[in-house]
């Protein structure tokens, strides 16, 4: 316990009469009001509709897209079945390219109309595909020699790929399901 200094006094000190009602004369500090979430001016209300609209719009743009790509992805999952017969032997290799060549063409009849893509083969079917490749203008060598073997050479000159060049076909085949563009 310390003991109190000499001369220190226990109360508090007295005040002047003006400090006194100065101190009396104080209020409490008031706090400004909350702000408010709503917008001050018209324009961000205008603007927020704006923007509402313009999300709408590319979510709707959005699901369109996704639904007409469709067969895309339909025929890409085809594709990855196909897959495990690359290597599964020379008969099951030849009923996959067999199969990779057919679904090029139910791929092209999804995406155009029927008059355009049913009737063509050979060098027609070759060069719709070139035109139609986007970016996979690469890939059109690798499925011409696919069209070729499988119109006019049959399941005999398919037979003889390895499995690699079917890897290479299938590539070629994804590429241009990937990348093909469709006319609006």
């Known amino acids: 316990m310390s003991t109190p200094l ?16 100065a101190l009396s004369a104080l209020k409490d500090v008031i706090a400004p009001p909350e702000v408010p979430w709503t917008p001050q ?21 959005a699901l369109r897209r996704y639904r007409a790509n469709r067969y895309r992805r339909e025929a890409l999952a085809e594709l990855q079945r196909l897959e495990p017969q690359w290597d599964a032997g020379d ?5 996959a390219l067999l199969a990779l060549a057919a679904l ?19 060098e027609a079917w070759s060069h719709f595909l070139r035109t139609h490749a986007g ?27 390895s ?4 890897r290479a076909l299938a590539q070629a085949c994804r590429q241009w399901i990937t990348s093909h563009r469709v006319p609006a």
């Open 6 to 21: 000499p001369g220190a006094q226990n109360a508090a000190p007295a005040l002047s009469p003006k400090a006194s009602e």
């Open 41 to 61: 001016t018209p324009a961000w209300a205008v603007l927020g509709v704006v923007l509402l609209l313009a999300l709408l719009w590319l979510a709707w743009r």
């Open 91 to 95: 008969q099951p290799r030849t009923q």
């Open 104 to 122: 090029l063409k139910r791929t092209a009849l999804a995406a155009w109309p029927r008059e355009e893509v049913a009737a063509l083969s050979g």
């Open 135 to 161: 970016s996979a203008k690469t890939s059109a060598p690798t499925l011409d020699k696919l069209l070729i073997d499988t119109e006019y050479r049959g399941s005999a000159a398919l037979a003889n790929l």
């Open 163 to 166: 499995s690699s060049d079917a």
